[in-house]
């Protein structure tokens, strides 16, 4: 099943792809207060109630986040762990890649170069 969806939130857009059994975030813009995740996380909780639990953050076009985007792949993937899922990241480029980096992030994070490693990575 592959369903598209186009959000926009205040500084963040989103698009979602279901690959079964794995879905597939692509976020845009950047995260940098609470209003920028709520709608995004609303919709990965959800889909996570539905066991989409394996899940792929594609930041390609991620320009800018803080501490309270970082606390939101947290949430996300303390929550799809706990449901026998995952969460991988691809893509991930400037400023974001460099915050990954300095907090360490891309140590605790599986992360590919590209969206179709990100999913084969559940295969």
């Not at 794995?22 to 109630?49: C, P, Q, W």
Request: charged fraction near 30%; aromatic fraction near 10%; charge should be negative.
């Amino acid at each position: 099943m592959v369903l598209k969806e186009k959000r926009t939130d205040l500084n963040i857009q989103f698009d979602i792809d279901i690959k079964d059994p794995v879905i597939v975030y692509r976020l845009m813009g950047k995260i940098t207060s609470e209003l920028d995740y709520e709608a995004i996380e609303k919709e990965v909780f959800n889909h996570l109630n539905q066991n989409y639990f394996r899940i792929v953050f594609n930041l390609d076009e991620l320009t800018h986040t803080n501490s309270m985007g970082i606390g939101f792949f947290m949430r996300t993937l303390t929550k799809s762990r706990i449901m026998g899922g995952e969460l991988v990241l691809c893509n991930i480029k400037g400023n974001v890649e460099k915050i990954f980096k300095i907090s360490k992030l891309d140590e605790i994070y599986t992360i590919y170069s590209d969206q179709t490693e990100a999913i084969n990575h559940f295969k």
